[in-house]
């Protein structure tokens, strides 16, 4: 295999018809995905989820996703909407609702994409989920996959001569990766995938523009592509680092790579082009949950401190109710019987629970953890941690 630089370009014949069978097989697959109760398109705990705001999103203005949790079947029974994907925030006021787990900037943007098929269809994903959920996923996965094919299938028309090294790779990338396989359910690993396939390919781009000899261009009009490609790799690779956190290690190598290949320029250009989708993760995310960190960065957190209680922490037995009561009462916080106290997630700590006293339905919660002579009491904060959790 190698580049074919110095005789015609060859048609590579048939492979638009392998990639439009290819195409026709994963649109089948997608207008027929329904889950095993036979209510909606959705096949996992992971896409419901992710249905859940986009949903809530459009018929709500809200990331809480209480509401979708409890629509049940016809008959009343399952709940078809439920997802283990999620977490309990705890609000300012102490009252507790129910979140994707899943960082939003994605579902931000699919909302954006959904809300016009509702318009258009005159229905709300809730109530047509079969309808709305498979257009917006012919739009937002099937056709991006389907222009990654015809794009591939053009660069390896244009740079690879061996016809058996042609189709190997051709049908490697059409039937031999879980793109395919994941472009039926709403997911995250497809869009990074198509990010990070972009960003390659805008890298292997810039490269030949540098190692090109017979470029007539000037000086000027090269520098200012260079800089334009190095901008648009950084997009892409910042976007595949927020639709898929672990691919952050990808968007370091972007910078490191441009910076030892080409130059300081353009690994600035790179992490200048990764701003904007840094900048609308955190944005996204404070508006959410009031928090400029993902959901994952809650996990078996403490709140803020609110009071403490006197007594013996070095032993193994559990704070007193009691005691833990009078503590919060000390510091203006009333709640009334009855009271729980249980092993919390986090190891050594302990949730306290007792009725609201301010007018609002329902329980609030409290974290007491151990100090070196007594407890302390942490307003709840970690968002895995809640009754029934998986």
Known sequence: MKANRNTSVQPFVGCWWVILIAIAIQAYRLATVVADNGETPFLSA????????IATLI???SFQIDRLLEKRDKAGRKRTWYSIDMVRKPEADGTEHYYSSKPPLLAVMHAAVCSPITVLFQHRLS???FLIARCLLAIVQLLPLAMVWFAFAKWIERHVVDGWARWS???MLLFGTYLSTFS???NNHLPAAICMIVSVWLIERLFRLRTSENSLEGIGNVERRN????LAIGFCAGLTAAFELPALAWAAAVIGLLFITVGWKASVASLIGMTPVAIAFGVTNYVAYGDLQPPYAHRELLGEKIASVDGLASTPSE???DKVQKGLAKSGIEVSEPYTLRSARRANTWEFSGVRTDGKAGSIRFAVAPMEIGWSIHRWNDWYDYPNSY
């Open 46 to 53: 992971n896409d419901r989820s992710r249905w859940c705001t």
């Open 59 to 61: 018929e709500d203005g």
């Open 127 to 129: 109530d047509a989920p």
């Open 169 to 171: 790779m051709l049908v």
């Open 184 to 186: 039926n359910t709403l």
């Open 227 to 230: 800089w334009g490609l190095a």
């Open 319 to 321: 704070p007193s109710i």
